[in-house]
């Protein structure tokens, strides 16, 4: 038994245990399961495709390919060793474009992760420019390898085949390798600046570092694999690389969504208080439905009869000589204001463990609204008025 499985199945089961996680965090923090977004569903389907991946591979290691080494002579092949091959050839296609799928599929989770994560931030322009490089890359690289680099299609599973393209692909490994790394490397970058510009302690900044540069594993899979395949096509290193790749990349995906489970599990604290000090986010509630009451200080403008009290407290003079002492008739006005704070019902939440831990600014579909309760009351009547105002986060 070959590193292979017992090494693929663990990674395997932590993978789907974190997916789950994932997917029972967006629950709890969206509140139902029809608030799913797009990429709760394409992280399923990349765990699919990879499941393909990792079942085919498993029965790849024990097959042969086209790919013929120097010693060998196909015209001494049997017709049993040229299907058995044929076979094995069309399992490496099959391999190959599994091996993309989720690739690909985990760049587009994270691609509309950090769309919502930098709504209304400068970042989102970059954001924007990285989702047209990995779609045209994809796109791209699939008509080289599908259309251009092996002609006729059936040459890729041909015993032997007209050209090594079709059975080493060589062209198609160094077109992957190039989009892949260069694309993991622009998506890594893009939440660094705003974890730089947090302000947290420097133990918590670490951890969300932390659980972003797990990518920078993918990007040594996507390395290694690679050079395997170049350096020892005939063996099967290149096989547990392919599968380490997609392994991680999931789990880079996957891993900061998990915060609301463990918090309730493990009974953790929020990393939102205190984590900006004073300033902008200072003023904001803590919990949702936060009622709090300002009164103004300044000084009241006594009623008549108050004044006169006082009046007549301080000089027992007759009522005729108050009456000329008292000031002309003002009307009372007392004016209560009364701010209620509450959070909109997140229904776009881009990074649970960043906007649980109050860590990254909310996406413009988390609104915080303020509602303004003016009372007027006085010698002319009261009055009562409701203003109601909604904010977004710049």
Request: aromatic residues 10%; positive net charge; proline residues 6%.
């Amino acid at each position: 038994m070959s590193i292979l499985e017992p090494e693929s199945a663990i990674w395997y089961a932590f993978c789907w245990t974190v997916v789950s996680t994932r997917l029972l965090s967006r629950r709890l923090h969206l509140g139902s399961w029809k608030e799913l977004q797009l990429d709760d569903y394409l992280i399923v389907g990349a765990m699919c495709t990879d499941t393909v991946l990792m079942a085919v591979m498993h029965i790849i290691i024990h097959t042969s390919s086209n790919l013929i080494a120097p010693t060998d002579d196909p015209s001494r092949f049997s017709a049993a060793e040229i299907n058995h091959r044929v076979y094995g050839s069309k399992l490496v296609l099959v391999v190959e474009q599994m091996q993309i799928l989720t690739v690909w599929l985990v760049k587009a989770c994270l691609l509309l992760l950090y769309n919502r994560m930098t709504a209304l931030l400068p970042q989102q322009k970059v954001v924007k420019a990285v989702v047209i490089y990995v779609a045209v890359g994809f796109v791209l690289m699939e008509i080289l390898y599908l259309g251009v680099w092996c002609r006729p299609f059936n040459q890729y599973w041909a015993v032997p085949p007209k050209s090594t393209q079709c059975s080493a692909a060589t062209n198609h490994l160094i077109t992957n390798a190039v989009l892949n790394i260069s694309s993991d490397l622009m998506i890594i970058a893009i939440p660094l600046p705003l974890l730089w510009k947090v302000k947290l302690p420097a133990k918590n900044k670490a951890i969300l570092g932390g659980v972003f540069m797990i990518g920078t594993f993918t990007i040594i899979a996507a390395a290694l694999n690679k050079y395997y395949s170049f350096t020892h096509p005939f063996g099967v290193e290149w096989t547990i690389w392919y599968l380490r790749e997609s392994y991680t990349a999931i789990l880079c995906a996957n891993l900061p969504l998990t915060w609301p489970v463990l918090q309730r599990i493990f009974n953790l604290n929020n990393w939102s208080h205190n984590s900006y000090g004073t300033g902008h986010y200072a003023t904001q509630s803590r919990s949702r439905g936060t009622h709090s009451a300002f009164k103004s200080n300044a000084p009241r403008t006594k009623l008549p009869s108050e004044a006169s009290k006082d009046r007549s407290v301080r000089r027992p003079e007759s009522q005729e000589r108050i009456a000329w002492n008292i000031e002309p008739l003002k009307i009372y006005q007392e004016t209560e204001i009364s701010v209620r704070t509450s959070s909109a019902k997140e229904l776009h939440v881009p990074l649970p463990v960043a906007l649980e831990l109050g860590v990254l600014p909310p996406s413009p579909d988390q609104q915080s609204r303020a509602s303004i309760d003016t009372k007027h009351s006085g010698s002319s009547g009261s009055v009562k008025g409701c203003v109601t105002t909604t904010c977004h986060a710049v």
